[in-house]
């Protein structure tokens, strides 16, 4: 059906950077929004950043001029570019695709992302 496969996760520490991407594969037709979630231990999932398939974009205000969201629509990519990490961006972070196909949202299996002190 549809897969999000996530990618550059890994330890890092504060004040380093790390690039995260999401493939989107399968019976795809056309993504509406596509995303970034994270969830830390003991805490509920998070937005992060999304975009739209015109661009637009949101973040979360504890990222903001940190963080920054692309995607490629022709490939069905989406890049997280995270600067100036902190220890309280350790969690699982999840890519997250609405396919209008479905009407339905997809998840990717995670990836662990851990900024030492």
């Known amino acids: 059906q549809v897969q999000l496969v996530e990618s550059g996760g890994g330890l890092v520490q504060a004040g380093g950077s790390l690039r995260l991407s999401c493939v989107a594969s399968?019976?795809?037709?056309?993504?509406?929004?596509m995303g970034w979630y994270r969830q830390a231990p003991g805490k509920q999932r998070e937005l992060v950043a999304r975009i739209d398939s015109g661009g637009d974009t949101n973040y979360a205000d504890s990222v903001k001029g940190r963080f920054t969201i692309s995607r490629d629509n022709a490939k069905n990519t989406v890049n997280l570019q995270m600067n100036t990490l902190k220890p309280e961006d350790t969690a699982v972070y999840y890519c997250?695709?609405?396919?209008?196909?479905?009407?339905?949202?997809?998840w990717g299996q995670g990836t662990q992302v851990t900024v030492s002190s």
């Open positions: 997250n695709a609405h396919i209008l196909l479905y009407r339905n949202e997809f």
């Open positions: 399968g019976n795809i037709l056309r993504i509406n929004y």
